[in-house]
């Protein structure tokens, strides 16, 4: 990487096109008196679309983001959002990112159109374009007749609805969300993972998603980020960390003993595993003799599919954990830099 | 027929036959003007302004803006009132009414500086403020100008309403500049009075998110030290007893057991008070009095609640700007501290 | 035997039932409470864990009331949802000082174990407010083993742990609920639920809507169709051998294969293969879509 990581000083800077990553970071550090080291070295490049951060405990990750945003200094290292210099370019760099932070932010006594177009004066908006967006974002992210009543009253999920509309309402082209779904029961997190997810997709905005939940990363992320002690641990799409196997997974309501018995007869080497079988998988003709065997049986098939590697997997301290005994060994992957 | 909308990050993907249209409402790109930190600090600014006077909050928050503003105005209405009736101007411009003027400052401020600052603090909305394109110091500063302009309406309107009560009823145009001359000095004293209650009382109100916690240690600071000072005052001065010649008007009886003296007078004793050099000092316990200190070195002449500052007039100026320089230093160092993303 | 009972339980405050008419049992393992916001799942836990008293109905723990009954103590420990912790002691500090509270014979020694149990041995000495969210979650838990209960109560536990700490106190969880243990879990990240309890108790608007295994509970719900995604050699085809038996009411083609509709779930599933094997259709894929916890629950919270 020996291209310069941002545009030079007076340049301007904004789309980011296919190639260049939305956040970049070259050896950053970031230490306290302590001594506590928040970043070591960290380097990570992320791409457009919707990318996933995870495992950073809370001073990493808070860290990393006040200095992306050009509000701390780091110890060393470099550091770049959107192509521009976070130290150099902080202004401009908040002007295009917006931030919905982790914790309760807003005010009780006033309206959610009244916050989010004042927060829009806030991100340089004229008086008029801050009201419409306003407006927009309200409406984009589900809030209808509600956003003239005092953000006091509002429920939990409605709250993180307007702490994301007031991010939008700058039009970003980065948006960081810090645990969106905390506090918010499995409809609300539903309809927020959704929510999310059509922004990556139809609004043109990259996303980066600070959360602990894997499973939720794994349902509308592109990528991943994994920071562990201030290091890069590792950064990949999911699809690569969730690779299917050549290991076939089948579940049977009821005659699991029979099926493992039928599948041994037929030479696949079957073994069991929780409530399903696995064998593994050498060639379509697995899915053919297992077909036949369930057939044959008249058993009751309630899933058939090949092994995915997880995310979860990543911290798991023991490679080739209890949770995935695959038949034949499996090398652990090295830690790689995406 | 099948339509396509093809909405992707805002493109217009209008669909339409003679039949029907339909629009598209995705997702829009803003690509107007952006304007910069100067603007987002005045829109932030007139903000807080109308905070400070309970604009766009509801009823109940104009109450004390409102109560304090018609009080305050009181004596350039009775002013006008007396000067219609052709008699002198009441109330001067540099004092105006100067124990009035310092409870419906000490009222303002304490209720509404936690407006400004202590609403936003106990909701932890800075983050918000600080991950856009302003700079950590640009909050306090936006803050400071409205309420210094909120405090400073306050004061010198009432002042302007006095002059404009007076000229109004004078005829020569030597009388009207006379008013004139006399009214500037006033303003400047309005305008410290302006600037160092709303830095004070920002500062004071900046310390907690809790409006009771606020809107109480501001009043308290004032009120005390406002009291303390006129006791010490009143203690320090010490008694002085002077002979004086007294010529009773004619008819009237003499004065019992009065030695005579030249020319038909006679003697009395009168017992005056006389400042110390401590009176002269304990002035800068309170910021008002402090403020008056200022004037009078400044060659303020109307009588105020200092009874003259001797030779320490400097030292008045300096405590001024002590008093500044902290308030300032002490909102600096809070929002240094405060947000943490 | 510590099994937690609920009998009939109601509890109201003036006009607002918060918790309606409740009898359930939660025996030894793993059983995850689940609700929407506000549908009473705090209550019942404040009702076993004491705190609160029954308007109606009894709650008991291994047999004895909770309400006013500190015995209850020795037998239950509870990790509540808010920030419970003196943050200006450290962290061995807290749990030993409950330790002493629960007046153990062995309080050091306790609360040694304890601390180890949850991994903060190396964070012990520090005081509670340079803790990380899910630091504190630990030692909260540490507090509430340290008299080794039999029952244990978790209020979103897992509130603010990153990734490796979450997989730490499920395999704990999942250990001490195989030792016999009774273990009450109210969370709202069902995938975690999914793997951690064997049964949840699923309460909406103050009524337990359903008990039990969540596979069955789906089983139950026969009106709703089951629904399928089968990826084969060719959809169509298997898709219209489907469509022609009984057990099976629509068939989709969809970009990630035939998503088919299935009123009687028992018998496609045992039709299924043996269909496609008549026509030499090979199969690739079968997935239940609407069998997990997230669809179960979904579907009680919404009738």
Redesign the interface.
């Known amino acids: 990487m020996s291209a310069p990581l941002t545009a030079r000083a007076g340049e301007p800077f904004a789309e980011p096109d296919r190639g260049t990553p939305v956040i970049e970071t070259r050896a950053l550090t970031k230490r306290y008196p302590g001594p506590v080291t928040a970043l070591d070295a960290l380097t990570v490049r992320v791409e457009p679309g919707i990318t996933g951060l995870v495992g950073a405990n809370g001073a990493g990750k808070s860290t990393l983001i006040k200095i992306l945003l050009g509000l701390l200094e780091p110890t060393g290292g470099q550091a770049a959002v959107l192509g521009g210099d976070c130290q150099r370019d902080g202004e401009r760099i908040r002007a295009l990112t917006g931030y919905m932070p982790e914790h309760d932010c807003l005010p009780p006594d006033v309206t959610a159109t009244e916050f989010v177009t004042h927060l829009g004066r806030m991100s340089g908006l004229p008086p008029t374009a801050a009201k419409e967006r306003a407006a927009e974002s309200l409406r984009h992210v589900g809030l209808y007749e509600e956003r003239y009543r005092q953000i006091g009253t509002y429920s939990t999920g409605m709250k993180q609805r307007v702490k994301l509309a007031q991010a939008l309402v700058g039009d970003p082209r980065l948006l960081l969300l810090d645990e969106p779904t905390v506090g918010l029961d499995p409809a609300g997190r539903g309809s927020m993972l959704e929510l999310i997810a059509r922004i990556g997709a139809e609004f043109g905005i990259s996303i980066v998603v600070a959360s602990h939940l894997l499973g939720e990363i794994e349902r509308i992320c592109d990528h991943l980020v994994a920071i562990e002690a201030g290091r890069l641990l590792r950064a990949d799409t999911i699809t690569s960390m969730t690779q299917a196997s050549q290991v076939l997974l089948i579940e049977v309501d009821e005659g699991t003993d029979r099926l493992l018995a039928e599948l041994a007869r037929r030479g696949l080497e079957p073994r069991a595993y929780e409530r399903a079988v696995l064998v593994r998988l050498d060639g379509d003709e697995t899915y053919d003799a297992v077909r036949d065997a369930v057939a044959d049986l008249g058993l009751p098939l309630n899933r058939l599919e090949q092994r995915r590697r997880r995310v979860e997997e990543l911290f798991r301290d023991t490679q080739g954990s209890q949770d995935d005994p695959m038949p034949g060994s499996q090398t652990p992957e090295a830690s790689h830099v995406g | 027929m099948s339509v396509d909308q093809g909405s992707r990050g805002g493109s217009s993907g209008l669909a339409s036959t003679e039949a029907g249209v339909i629009h598209d409402i995705g997702y829009r790109r803003y690509t107007g003007r952006r304007l910069g930190r100067a603007q987002i600090i005045r829109a932030l600014f007139w903000h807080s302004l109308r905070s400070a006077y309970g604009l766009g909050r509801g009823a109940k928050a104009k109450i004390v803006p409102v109560f304090t503003f018609v009080i305050m105005c009181l004596p350039a209405i009775v002013n006008a009132v007396v000067i219609a009736r052709g008699q002198p101007r009441l109330v001067p411009y540099d004092t105006y009414a100067n124990q009035l003027r310092v409870v419906v400052m000490i009222i303002f401020i304490a209720a509404q500086a936690p407006e400004l600052v202590s609403r936003d603090l106990r909701s932890h909305v800075l983050p918000l403020y600080f991950c856009r394109p302003l700079r950590r110091m640009d909050y306090p500063v936006a803050k400071l100008a409205a309420f210094i302009t909120a405090c400073l309406a306050l004061i010198e309107i009432p002042l302007l309403l006095l002059y404009v009560g007076t000229v109004a009823q004078v005829h020569s145009g030597s009388a009207v500049w006379a008013q004139t001359r006399a009214l500037i000095p006033g303003l400047l004293v309005g305008l410290m009075w302006a600037v160092l209650l709303a830095a004070i009382g920002l500062a004071l109100a900046s310390m907690s998110g809790r409006r009771a916690y606020a809107t109480g240690s501001i009043a308290i600071y004032f009120f005390l030290t406002w009291i303390l000072s006129g006791i010490l005052i009143a203690v320090t001065q010490r008694n002085v007893m002077r002979t004086v010649l007294i010529k009773p008007p004619p008819g009237a009886p003499a004065p019992p057991g009065a030695p005579a003296g030249p020319g038909g007078t006679f003697q009395a004793h009168v017992i005056t008070q006389v400042p110390t050099t401590a009176t002269h000092l304990v002035g800068l316990v309170s910021p008002f009095t402090t403020l008056d200190g200022v004037r009078q070195w400044l060659g303020g002449t109307s009588t105020g609640p200092v009874p003259g500052v001797g030779s320490y007039g400097a030292l008045y100026g300096a405590m001024l700007l002590v008093l500044i320089a902290a308030s300032l230093g002490g909102l600096a160092s809070r929002y240094r501290k405060a947000s943490t993303l | 035997m510590s099994d937690i009972e609920l009998r009939s339980v109601s509890r109201w405050y003036g006009n607002v039932v918060a918790v309606n008419d409740i009898t359930m049992t939660v025996g030894e393992g793993v059983t995850g409470l689940?609700?929407?916001?506000g549908a009473g799942k705090s209550t019942v836990l404040h009702l076993i864990a004491g705190f609160l008293a029954p308007s109606r109905g009894e709650v008991t723990v291994g047999g004895r009331p909770t309400w006013r009954n500190p015995g209850i103590y020795r037998t239950v420990g509870l990790v509540p949802e808010r920030d419970s912790v003196y943050a200006f002691l450290t962290g061995a500090e807290f749990v030993l000082a409950t330790a002493k509270l629960h007046e153990l014979a062995d309080p050091a020694g306790a609360a040694s174990r304890a601390i180890a149990i949850v991994d903060m041995a190396e964070a012990q000495d520090r005081r509670i407010s340079t803790y990380?969210?899910?630091m504190r979650q630990r030692i909260k838990v540490a507090a509430a083993l340290v008299h080794d209960p039999q029952v244990l109560l978790l209020d979103e536990p897992?509130?603010?742990?990153?990734?490796?700490q979450?997989?730490h106190m499920m395999d704990l969880l999942t250990r001490l609920g195989a030792e016999g243990r009774t273990i009450l879990l109210s969370s709202?990240?069902?995938?975690?639920v999914e793997q951690l309890a064997d049964t949840i108790q699923v309460i909406v608007s103050g009524r337990l809507a359903a008990s039990g295994d969540f596979r069955a509970i789906r089983r139950l719900m026969t009106s709703r169709p089951h629904v399928f995604l089968v990826r084969s050699s060719d959809d169509r085809l298997l898709g219209s051998a489907l469509i022609g038996r009984p057990a099976v009411t629509g068939v989709e083609l969809t970009t990630g294969g035939l998503q088919v509709r299935a009123s009687d779930f028992?018998a496609f599933?045992?039709e299924?293969?043996?269909l496609?094997?008549d026509r030499s259709i090979?199969?690739?894929?079968?997935?239940?879509e609407d069998e997990s916890l997230?669809s179960v629950?979904?579907y009680l919270?919404e009738s």
Request: aromatic share 4%; glycine share 12%.
């Open positions: 689940l609700g929407p916001n990380s969210k899910g897992f509130n603010g742990m990153d990734p490796r979450r997989l709202h990240i069902l995938e975690e028992g599933s045992r299924l293969a043996g496609a094997r090979r199969l690739r894929e079968l997935l239940p997230e629950f979904a919270v």
